[in-house]
């Protein structure tokens, strides 16, 4: 029997990935990552006013560059040519809510010589706080304004990381893309739309990202209605008349690949793309989630998902977490999702802090900033673990980047306590990263107190197999057993699942997860005596949350 392959293609914050899979085995037949040239030369982001803006060009030119890297890597096995004239199907993951403006033919403002170099006809990145004060303005609108609440099947409260929010708050502040712009697609749905060259009326848009990130839901009959969304801008009134009223699920065949594409990537025209979704939804089916189990996606933040079945045909509404679609993980299933804004971008940021007088002193020294990159995280994780929680007095919150859930509030910050002329730098990064993981147990105490069941909990991405230090204290704090995926390209094999799905080799999801999904490549197990101490110190974790967000509160 010949060989069958399937591309799985993920969007990161980061970077492109591309991954081939034997459909029928799951083992790598190739795979490859490309950069986003203009977003690593740090263009069109402004980090103090939390703006990241990412131009389409640097999506095209990544897939390209991975197909080729792909090429040469199934070459290299002597695949060859015939390695890429085997893939049967396509399915893409990407980061979101990262929405962009798009004209009548679906492609984005800036892919034009008027908006070319306009960060607001580009893709809006799902980190992008630019639009505090219009998530707000939709929050209140949706408590007082006498119709429908479209924001309770997304926890109660809307954020300025999503869809609306950013569309207002580009046509408001910018009048020549607000005048300019025709309809609205989050990154997901702009690349199989793309590809195969779908006309955008006939868009199949996502089930997942419209869900949880654009207040679609079949009780609203689809997004929120016209005269809700004419309070807040009579733009947004008109664009969504062109979003159509269905979604569709991951599973479901979007269109065909264009020959122009095919030629472009390498591959076979006709072959099925599948409908997008969230890379860290599509992580967590490539992680073999099912009912009752927990998958954290572990990075720069977190996403924490769990699939449910309804009771009885209902739903049980979640207060305080980022959403529940029916059929945004697993088709069929609820799918709720929580997560933390900033959780490896925490450390992240005491890694820059701790480097930047060497940076500053010797900014021309050949390789001082990759030699710190590369070291400073591991010694600091090594101090660190020697430090008994117990006798440290640091604490912290981790709302560097606001706080996503339980209970949004983007506004907050956050906060280091009880320093002393003895705290030390593997102090503080510890108690970073004991915050990070007092975070998540809120999380997990949110779903499990509204009658959500937690039975299992999966951990994938980065942070969970490159540190056990951090893995070790969120299974201390949350007194249970983590499974860690044994695969560093989960979403990548999430989406080729979704596409050997698409292509006809599996029958639904359940199968393919079933012949595909890694192993658990080992189990971090709780210290009951650490148990203890955390017991107490979360306690001030949550006591410090509820000062902080009295202080807060008070500012004018």
């Given at each position: 029997?010949?060989?069958?392959?399937v591309?799985?293609?993920d969007?990161?914050?980061d970077?492109?990935?591309?991954?081939?899979?034997d459909?029928?085995?799951?083992?790598?037949a190739?795979?490859?990552?490309?950069?986003y040239?203009?977003?690593?030369?740090?263009?069109?982001?402004?980090?103090?006013?939390?703006?990241?803006?990412?131009?389409?060009?640097?999506?095209l030119?990544?897939?390209?560059?991975?197909?080729?890297?792909?090429?040469?890597?199934l070459?290299?096995?002597?695949?060859?040519?015939?390695?890429?004239?085997?893939?049967?199907?396509?399915a893409?993951?990407?980061?979101?809510?990262?929405?962009?403006?798009?004209?009548?033919?679906?492609?984005?403002?800036?892919?034009?010589?008027?908006?070319?170099?306009?960060?607001?006809g580009?893709?809006?990145?799902?980190?992008?706080?630019?639009?505090?004060a219009?998530?707000?303005?939709?929050?209140?609108?949706?408590?007082?304004?006498?119709?429908?609440?479209?924001?309770?099947?997304?926890?109660?409260?809307?954020?300025?990381?999503w869809?609306?929010?950013?569309?207002?708050?580009?046509v408001?502040?910018?009048?020549?893309?607000?005048?300019?712009?025709?309809?609205?697609?989050?990154?997901?749905?702009w690349?199989?739309?793309?590809?195969?060259?779908?006309?955008?009326?006939?868009?199949?848009?996502?089930?997942?990202?419209?869900?949880?990130?654009?207040?679609?839901?079949?009780?609203?009959?689809?997004?929120?209605?016209?005269?809700?969304?004419?309070?807040?801008?009579?733009?947004l009134?008109?664009?969504?008349?062109?979003?159509?009223?269905?979604?569709?699920?991951?599973?479901?065949?979007f269109?065909l690949?264009?020959p122009?594409?095919?030629?472009?990537?390498?591959?076979?025209?006709?072959?099925?793309?599948?409908?997008?979704?969230i890379d860290?939804?599509?992580?967590?089916?490539?992680?073999?989630?099912?009912?009752?189990?927990?998958?954290?996606?572990?990075?720069t933040?977190?996403?924490?998902?769990?699939?449910?079945?309804?009771?009885?045909?209902?739903?049980?509404?979640?207060?305080?977490?980022?959403?529940?679609?029916?059929?945004?993980?697993?088709?069929?299933?609820?799918?709720?999702?929580?997560?933390?804004?900033?959780?490896?971008?925490?450390?992240?940021?005491?890694?820059?802090?701790?480097?930047?007088?060497?940076?500053?002193i010797?900014?021309?020294?050949?390789?001082?900033k990759?030699?710190?990159?590369?070291?400073?995280?591991?010694v600091l994780g090594?101090?660190?673990g020697?430090i008994?929680?117990?006798?440290s007095?640091v604490?912290?919150?981790?709302?560097?980047?606001?706080?996503?859930?339980?209970?949004?509030a983007?506004f907050?910050?956050?906060?280091?306590?009880?320093?002393t002329?003895?705290?030390?730098?593997?102090?503080?990064?510890?108690?970073?990263?004991?915050?990070?993981?007092y975070?998540?147990?809120?999380?997990v105490?949110?779903?499990e107190?509204?009658?959500?069941?937690i039975?299992?909990?999966l951990?994938?991405?980065?942070?969970?197999?490159k540190s056990?230090?951090?893995?070790q204290?969120?299974?201390?704090?949350?007194?249970?057993?983590?499974?860690?995926?044994g695969?560093?390209?989960?979403?990548?094999?999430?989406?080729?699942?979704?596409?050997?799905?698409?292509a006809?080799?599996?029958?639904?999801?359940?199968?393919?997860?079933?012949?595909?999904?890694?192993?658990?490549?080992?189990i971090?197990?709780?210290?009951?005596?650490?148990?203890?101490?955390y017991?107490?110190l979360?306690?001030?974790?949550?006591?410090?949350?509820?000062?902080?967000e009295?202080?807060?509160?008070?500012?004018?």
């Amino acid at each position: 029997m010949s060989e069958v392959l399937v591309l799985g293609i993920d969007y990161g914050t980061d970077s492109c990935r591309v991954a081939a899979l034997d459909a029928r085995t799951g083992k790598t037949a190739g795979e490859a990552v490309a950069a986003y040239p203009r977003w690593a030369a740090g263009l069109y982001c402004s980090p103090s006013e939390n703006i990241f803006r990412q131009h389409p060009l640097d999506y095209l030119e990544s897939l390209e560059a991975g197909m080729r890297g792909l090429s040469a890597a199934l070459e290299a096995k002597g695949c060859g040519a015939k390695g890429l004239e085997a893939v049967a199907g396509i399915a893409f993951a990407t980061t979101g809510s990262t929405p962009c403006l798009v004209d009548s033919r679906g492609m984005p403002l800036a892919m034009s010589a008027e908006f070319a170099q306009d960060p607001d006809g580009m893709f809006v990145l799902w980190k992008d706080h630019s639009a505090i004060a219009e998530a707000e303005e939709i929050n209140r609108l949706s408590r007082s304004w006498g119709g429908e609440d479209f924001t309770k099947f997304s926890g109660g409260s809307y954020s300025p990381e999503w869809f609306w929010a950013k569309a207002l708050h580009l046509v408001r502040a910018n009048p020549r893309v607000g005048s300019a712009f025709h309809s609205i697609l989050e990154h997901c749905d702009w690349m199989p739309l793309l590809l195969t060259e779908t006309p955008l009326a006939m868009a199949k848009r996502s089930r997942c990202v419209a869900g949880h990130k654009a207040m679609w839901h079949e009780r609203f009959g689809g997004f929120p209605s016209k005269s809700f969304l004419g309070f807040l801008d009579p733009r947004l009134a008109e664009a969504r008349d062109t979003l159509g009223s269905g979604t569709f699920t991951a599973d479901q065949v979007f269109g065909l690949l264009s020959p122009v594409w095919a030629s472009r990537l390498g591959l076979k025209p006709g072959i099925p793309v599948a409908v997008g979704a969230i890379d860290a939804h599509i992580g967590a089916v490539g992680s073999g989630a099912g009912p009752g189990v927990l998958v954290k996606v572990m990075g720069t933040s977190t996403c924490d998902m769990i699939v449910a079945p309804k009771e009885g045909g209902g739903e049980r509404l979640v207060q305080g977490i980022c959403g529940q679609v029916d059929g945004s993980i697993l088709p069929g299933m609820l799918g709720y999702e929580a997560g933390q804004s900033a959780f490896g971008d925490a450390y992240a940021w005491f890694k820059n802090l701790l480097s930047w007088p060497i940076e500053a002193i010797l900014p021309e020294a050949e390789g001082v900033k990759e030699k710190i990159d590369a070291s400073i995280m591991n010694v600091l994780g090594e101090e660190a673990g020697k430090i008994d929680p117990e006798r440290s007095s640091v604490l912290a919150l981790d709302w560097l980047n606001g706080r996503r859930t339980p209970d949004l509030a983007p506004f907050l910050k956050g906060a280091l306590v009880g320093l002393t002329l003895g705290a030390t730098a593997p102090m503080i990064f510890r108690a970073l990263v004991e915050a990070t993981a007092y975070g998540t147990r809120a999380i997990v105490e949110r779903f499990e107190a509204q009658g959500v069941a937690i039975q299992g909990i999966l951990a994938l991405g980065g942070v969970a197999r490159k540190s056990p230090l951090v893995m070790q204290i969120v299974a201390d704090v949350l007194g249970r057993p983590i499974g860690i995926v044994g695969s560093d390209q989960t979403v990548a094999l999430g989406a080729a699942m979704f596409a050997a799905v698409a292509a006809g080799v599996y029958p639904d999801i359940g199968q393919a997860q079933k012949a595909l999904k890694p192993s658990i490549e080992h189990i971090v197990q709780p210290n009951p005596a650490r148990g203890v101490v955390y017991d107490r110190l979360y306690a001030e974790y949550l006591e410090l949350g509820r000062y902080a967000e009295s202080l807060e509160a008070r500012r004018p």
